[in-house]
């Protein structure tokens, strides 16, 4: 069984800078691809970025690419996504994702 809990969202101003943070359980956490997706209100899922087990391959979404990063520390179960440069169009509910397995999510809210 694998758990995966969001943290770190919150309310920051345009321009400014949050970490987020996917902590897993279950054995399989440390050799999986760990992905973020996003939901806006009224909108569908959108993939922002995902990582390789190892952590040496990353993709990320046009609209986020160049100021998001994506990592990884195996040790902790822990994947991260550091986003700077905020824009209100980043705000949306944060969700890290491994197999079929989906957290439960964390809020960003970017104000203008």
């Known amino acids: 069984q694998v758990q995966l809990v969001e943290s770190g969202g919150g309310l920051v101003q345009a321009g400014g800078s949050l970490r987020l943070s996917c902590l897993g359980s279950?054995?399989?956490?440390?050799?999986?691809?760990i992905h973020w997706f996003r939901q806006a209100p009224g909108k569908e899922y959108e993939f922002v970025a995902d990582i390789s087990w190892n952590g040496l391959s990353t993709h990320y979404s046009d609209s986020v690419q160049g100021r998001f990063s994506i990592s990884r520390d195996n040790t902790k179960n822990t994947v991260y996504l550091q986003m700077n440069s905020l824009k209100p169009e980043d705000t949306a509910v944060y969700h890290c994702?491994?197999?079929?397995?989906w957290g439960q999510g964390t809020q960003v809210t970017v104000s203008s």
């Open positions: 279950g054995p399989t956490f440390s050799g999986k691809i």
């Open positions: 994702v491994l197999d079929k397995y």
